[in-house]
């Protein structure tokens, strides 16, 4: 990654450090949900096919169910944590700004 000088004199050292520390975070958090993007299929219909051939057709039905109620309650439980994340996101610049002064009296001292 290259910054030039002029976009050093706009942030510090540590800002410059957190900024790639949170997009390295996010980048890897997309790989996982990449991976699970093709693999849960794959998973899912693999567990119906073995249940399908050791226990018959009742069991698949059966876990079909459970698997669609689960997939409702995620998307329920998913909705919920996004509204509580955008509640939190209006709290985050009066956290900058501590966190900003404290590591400024670390710094000083």
Not at 10 to 17: K, N
Not at 51 to 64: A, E, H, P
Not at 74 to 90: H, K, L, Q, T
Request: overall charge neutral; some cysteine; hydrophobic content about 45%.
């Amino acid at each position: 990654m290259k910054i030039s000088n002029a976009a050093r004199r706009d942030f510090t050292v540590g800002e410059i450090v957190n900024l790639m520390a949170v997009d390295a975070h996010r980048f890897i958090h997309l790989m996982e949900v990449i991976d699970l993007l093709w693999s849960a299929p794959l998973l899912i219909s693999l567990a119906m096919y073995f249940l399908w051939t050791n226990l018959g057709n009742i069991s698949v039905l059966v876990r079909c169910r459970s698997v669609r109620e689960i997939i409702v309650a995620n998307f329920a439980f998913i909705s919920r944590s996004e509204c509580i994340g955008r509640s939190c996101s209006d709290d985050r610049p009066h956290s900058d700004e501590r966190v900003h002064r404290i590591q400024s009296e670390n710094v000083s001292n």
